[in-house]
């Protein structure tokens, strides 16, 4: 929540200054990053309405809860990026390059990017520290959490930071190259070229942040270190034969729902499966938190059925 309120009032600001930069100056580039700070802005938005309804109770209409929320808005602001962000840069360069015209008052650009990326430095930090402190919380590295982590609001703010970061750069350079009339035009046709690039970097994020989000709204599993975990935990209890299938697949960033086949001794009596099933259970949750609701289908290991492979799923 804080990385995503830090990110949403330094966009604000910097989607202002840098369309009166590009008002002033008439420069491409400009405009295009002016467009990307517009995007992130709204993104920020759409990031805490998921933040804001993923913790909505579950109903009779979704049983599972609305944990999805998060993956769905999350889904949206990398359409947002593409649609508005990156379509409209190329656009712009495609125009100036067509049409091509030195932008004026260059001062204002400067200015502008600088602060801007004073202020995405900032944003990105803040972002980077949350999840820092969230890795080790897990005890996982920086890497290593920032790959496995189902989170895509974090993702989210880290790589439009970052595309914020690569565009400023690269405005800021077709900016200079036109000020000092490099190459041919004059040099006017950096500006243009810079517009494009930023468009390419940012559908390039857009389509990395939508990839993921896919993948959660489909249903996708929880990472091999969850399930090796969850399957340790239910092989070690005594009374346990085989996990014959095991499924899980994530609600919520940190929400796991896992279904079981499991064989269990044949001695058992009714009772001694009833409380060898609520035992596996508490023994899931100790080992992976995160599992939010369980299904155990149970069969005693000589019963009809138990020994016939049960095709795996994935998702």
């Not at 990385?3 to 405009?31: D, E, Q």
């Not at 109903?59 to 990398?78: D, L, T």
């Not at 239910?234 to 994530?250: D, G, K, Q, R």
Request: glycine residues 8%; aromatic residues 10%; contains cysteine.
């Amino acid at each position: 929540m804080l990385a995503v309120l830090g990110a949403l009032f330094a966009n604000g600001i910097i989607t202002v200054l840098k369309f009166i930069a590009a008002i002033f100056t008439g420069s491409s580039g400009m405009m295009a990053e002016s467009l990307h700070s517009l995007a992130d802005t709204t993104n920020q938005v759409f990031l805490l309405l998921g933040l804001r309804f993923y913790k909505r109770p579950a109903s009779e209409k979704h049983p599972f809860g609305y944990g999805k929320e998060r993956f769905f808005w999350s889904f949206i602001a990398a359409i947002f990026i593409f649609g508005v962000g990156a379509t409209y840069a190329i656009y712009e360069g495609i125009m100036k390059l067509s049409h091509p015209h030195p932008p004026e008052n260059l001062e204002w650009a400067y200015w502008v990017l600088g602060i801007s990326f004073v202020l995405e430095a900032g944003s990105i930090a803040l972002a980077i520290y949350q999840e820092v402190k969230e890795a080790h919380h897990e005890g996982l590295s920086f890497g290593e959490y920032l790959r496995e982590s189902k989170d895509p609001t974090a993702k989210t703010v880290i790589f439009e930071d970052s595309a914020a970061l690569v565009g400023i750069v690269i405005a800021f350079i077709g900016i200079y190259l036109t000020d000092v009339h490099a190459g041919p035009g004059d040099g006017a046709y950096w500006d243009g070229v810079a517009s494009i690039t930023i468009g390419v970097v940012l559908a390039i994020v857009a389509f990395v942040l939508a990839r993921s989000s896919r993948g959660l709204l489909l249903g996708e599993a929880a990472t091999a270190k969850s399930l090796a975990r969850i399957r340790e935990a239910i092989t070690s209890h005594p009374n346990v034969c085989e996990v014959v299938e095991l499924l899980t697949m994530h609600l919520a960033p940190k929400q796991i729902l896992v279904n079981a086949h499991i064989n269990f001794r044949n001695e058992l009596a009714t009772d001694d499966i009833e409380r060898t099933v609520n035992e596996v259970e508490e023994l899931i949750k100790q080992a992976e938190p995160k599992v939010d609701m369980i299904f155990l289908e149970t069969r005693r290991e000589s019963e009809p059925g138990s020994d016939v492979p049960i095709p795996q799923h994935f998702g």
